[in-house]
T-cell receptor
Framework: KQEVTQIPAALSVPEGENLVLNCSFT??????LQWFRQDPGKGLTSLLL?????REQTSGRLNASLDKSSGRSTLYIAASQPGDSATYLC????????????FGPGTSLSVIP | GAVVSQHPSWVICKSGTSVKIECRSL??????MFWYRQFPKQSLMLMAT?????????EQGVEKDKFLINHASLTLSTLTVTSAHPEDSSFYIC?????????????FGDGTRLSIL
């Protein structure tokens, strides 16, 4: 059974700092891994999608890496801003392409001005 | 723009009422739709997987008779919370998936906040 964990559960950093969020999964047989952002009381915004054959994806100040064999992914946020404050969720999709997505518990990020 | 539309976004109703939530895929035909529930300060927990034209598959601990799922077309799935009680108050969110879009990010609706009085 696939289990997804995220460390840390919460993080508070001063504005401008670079930071790393961690995601681990127990079953390496994944189809892809996706990072989401969720603002309080809102739905999910997709940030980055990494296919199982890829090592990393970049979008603006965000960079996500994937080490499938070790069951790990990291989300790197450069030059953090107060607007980055949100909960960040990683989610893995099983090897069947349209199979269900399993979410981690999330990391709650606060960027202090 | 949004590729998955969820309606309504917010519902407040009395205990004992049945509530229907709609999830529509706007840009593609969704062979599979997923329903999640999220309690405050917790992550999303999968409730059920619905495939067009067949019965939904429920996760362990989710009551089939309580949460009725219908996926009658390739663009619409509905979740009905029957005889809702205060403990059913939660944030419900759907996502849609397609074999032909398997390399695309999975898209989610904006969620429905259900409050039972």
């Amino acid at each position: 059974k696939q289990e997804v964990t995220q460390i840390p559960a919460a993080l508070s950093v001063p504005e401008g700092e670079n930071l790393v969020l961690n995601c681990s999964f127990t079953d390496s047989a994944i189809y892809n891994l996706q990072w989401f952002r969720q603002d309080p009381g809102k739905g999910l915004t997709s940030l980055l999608l990494i296919q199982s054959s890829q090592r990393e994806q970049t979008s603006g100040r965000l960079n996500a890496s994937l080490d499938k064999s070790s069951g790990r992914s990291t989300l790197y946020i450069a030059a953090s801003q107060p607007g980055d404050s949100a909960t960040y969720l990683c989610a893995v999709r099983r090897e069947t392409s349209y199979d269900k997505v399993i979410f981690g518990p999330g990391t709650s990020l606060s960027v202090i001005p | 723009g949004a590729v998955v539309s969820q309606h309504p976004s917010w519902v407040i109703c009395k205990s004992g009422t049945s509530v229907k939530i709609e999830c529509r895929s706007l840009d593609f035909q969704a062979t599979t739709m997923f329903w999640y529930r999220q309690f405050p300060k917790q992550s999303l927990m999968l409730m059920a997987t619905s495939n067009e034209g067949s019965k939904a598959t429920y996760e362990q601990g989710v009551e089939k008779d309580k949460f009725l799922i219908n996926h009658a077309s390739l663009t619409l799935s509905t979740l009905t919370v029957t005889s809702a009680h205060p403990e059913d108050s939660s944030f419900y969110i759907c996502s849609a998936s397609s074999v032909t879009h398997s390399n695309q990010p999975q898209h989610f609706g904006d969620g429905t906040r259900l409050s039972i009085l």
